[in-house]
């Protein structure tokens, strides 16, 4: 067996991209940190934790209501950073990009202004089987309030979407498609243009859960997919928490009502009536995540300087190696194994529970998730309690790959 | 093993974890409760006979990690044949200990349980050792049908 891993792909900066991010060079119970808990949330690099500070030191005052130059700096750079987010989306307009605090609240603020809006009883909702539960709670929150019915497409022993079976569940009643495009769980991506095409014919809107994707399938193009919505988070993006984004056609958008009232959102308000903002202000309540929203426009920027192609590249060159090495442990057992999918290796070892596994590769500096990854009818599908996932980041290298391996086998011989 | 892992998972964890004590059903059970913890997927279930007020006969079933499989297995062992006064002073001293508010290892019937001292260092997983024992006091006052450490 090789254990060498002279796989890194020359062209890919390896050395120069972990020197950008502070948090990796550090030990961990007096190991070197292997940070494998990117599908949670990603460590940002020092061009994301400088424009934070750069932009609280100088440039930071409430966006849109000053006339002073404070607050005319920071509103640049805050409307800066959703063109941003349009040009990494590939959205035709600034207006449909609407700033949240993440992706369960883009599900939410869909679910509750356009669900409420048009769904009534005896309409339905689809979903997958492979959600995790911010794509599955404000779905069933909105069916309750409206008496729709959510709809669960079944997935494959791979965990993969049968789609075969998802567009026999797709009905004249179908309203909504909420999917995931890629799996946080499992690793799983799914046929996204298939599924957006089947749903469109039924006359079904459809939400891609990007949270996932966003970070390690880009670029995401929702011109080409031609979604209607869109969601991601700013922190697993090595960008900062409590910033996301939701992406709409500008005319669905358009038709939706508010869901959140107050500041920043209005136009005119009398004790009679209030008269809303245009997009995407209209659904900005409140001062906004100023500082997150500029430094997730950094962590975008620092994607790009890296080269979109080259990230997706190399992270699959881990996967495949880490997932080929992880085969070769008797006992494990990888838990999604589609054949097309990014980043997560979910896994279960015999006689070992998850959450031993992610103790002792902690004091292996190994850091992974040990749980059911907020996806609690996946773990069902698979009759497993949890599992221990290793999810890899542009920053991980093979070095660390074999660490896991490592100190997987290491676990093995104390349990016996 | 790894040094400093050995004050969580001593000898007497990973035996019990392999072969957990009274490991079954009793069918006349006077209490059957759930203990879930969402955080891992832990379940147990378990299952208190009474006599008068002494604890004639526990057991549990269930699937989880290696601390509360031991834990489930140790409080079985150790609380047979107490009565309910003194099972809910071992829980006290118990939870004491795990979450790290005494030092006093040498409690009188602690036992065995002192074992699980460890778990004081690793809060993350304080959860998995008190699990069977929530789910036990919660059998004893009545209080729910189901127990969750969350």
């Known amino acids: 067996m090789n254990q060498t891993a002279p796989h890194v792909t020359p062209a890919y900066p390896i050395e120069r991209i972990r020197a950008d991010f502070p948090a990796l060079h550090q030990e961990v119970h007096g190991k070197p940190l292997v940070y494998l808990d990117n599908a949670a949330s990603a460590q940002k690099p020092r061009q994301v934790i400088d424009t934070l500070a750069e932009f609280y030191a100088r440039d930071f005052a409430n966006v849109h209501r000053g006339v002073h130059t404070l607050s005319e700096r920071a509103t640049a750079r805050y409307e800066g950073a959703r063109d941003k987010v349009r040009g990494f989306l590939n959205a035709a307009r600034m207006e449909e990009i609407v700033f949240v605090r993440g992706t369960t609240e883009a599900i939410n603020l869909v679910a509750q202004s356009y669900g409420r ?142 869901w959140q009232g107050g500041g920043e959102m209005i136009r005119k308000v009398t004790f009679e009536e209030t008269e809303y903002k245009a997009l995407p202000y209209k659904f900005e309540a409140g001062t906004p995540a100023i500082a997150e929203a500029v430094g997730l426009g950094a962590a975008i920027d620092y994607m790009d300087s890296i080269g979109h192609a080259a990230i997706v590249a190399h992270e699959q060159e881990l996967l495949r190696y880490a997932t080929e090495r992880a085969l070769e442990i008797p006992g494990l057992r990888v838990v999604g194994t589609a054949a097309h999918k990014e980043s997560v290796l979910s896994f279960t070892l015999d006689r070992v529970h998850p959450h031993d596994i992610g103790t002792f590769l902690d004091h292996f500096g190994v850091a992974v998730r040990a749980g059911h990854h907020c996806a609690m009818p996946v773990m069902d599908f698979f009759q497993v309690p949890a599992t221990a996932r290793a999810s890899f980041a542009l920053y991980n290298t093979h070095e660390e790959a074999d660490q896991l391996i490592y100190a997987i086998k290491e676990i093995i011989k104390v349990f016996g | 093993m790894l040094d400093e892992l050995r004050d969580l998972y001593q000898e007497v964890v990973f035996d019990h974890n392999r072969n957990p004590r009274n490991f079954r059903v009793i069918e006349d059970a006077d209490h059957k409760i759930e203990g879930y913890n969402p955080l891992c997927g832990d379940r147990l279930t378990l299952y208190i006979k009474l006599d008068g007020d002494t604890i004639a006969d526990i057991s549990f079933q269930g699937q989880g990690c290696a601390i509360s499989t031991a834990s489930a297995s140790l409080m079985t062992e150790i609380v047979k044949g107490k009565t309910l006064a003194e099972a809910e002073k071992l829980f006290d001293a118990f939870h004491k200990i795990v979450t790290g508010q005494s030092d006093d290892l040498k409690l009188e019937g602690l036992g065995k349980l002192a074992v699980l001292a460890g778990v004081r260092q690793y809060p993350s997983r304080i959860k998995c050792a008190t699990l069977a024992w929530h789910s036990l006091e919660s059998a004893l006052t009545g209080e729910a049908k189901s127990v969750s450490t969350e």
């Open chain 1, 117 to 258: 809006t048009n769904l009534k009883a005896g309409d339905e909702v689809l979903i997958t089987a492979m959600e995790h539960h911010s794509n599955i709670v404000p779905w069933q929150m909105v069916c309750r309030q409206t008496g729709a019915k959510l709809k669960v497409a079944p997935i494959n022993d791979q965990g993969e979407l049968i789609l075969d079976e998802f567009e026999k569940l797709l009905g004249p009643r179908t309203r909504v498609v909420a999917v995931s495009h890629m799996s946080n769980a499992l690793g799983t991506v799914n046929p996204v243009e298939e599924i957006i095409a089947m749903a469109h014919a039924h006359g079904a809107v459809v939400l891609l859960d990007g949270a996932q994707a966003a970070p390690h399938i880009p670029p995401v193009d929702v011109q080409a997919l031609d979604c209607d919505f869109y969601a991601f988070s700013g922190h697993k993006l090595y960008g900062p928490t409590g910033i996301g984004v939701l992406y709409g056609k500008c005319e669905l958008l358009e038709a939706m009502p508010p």
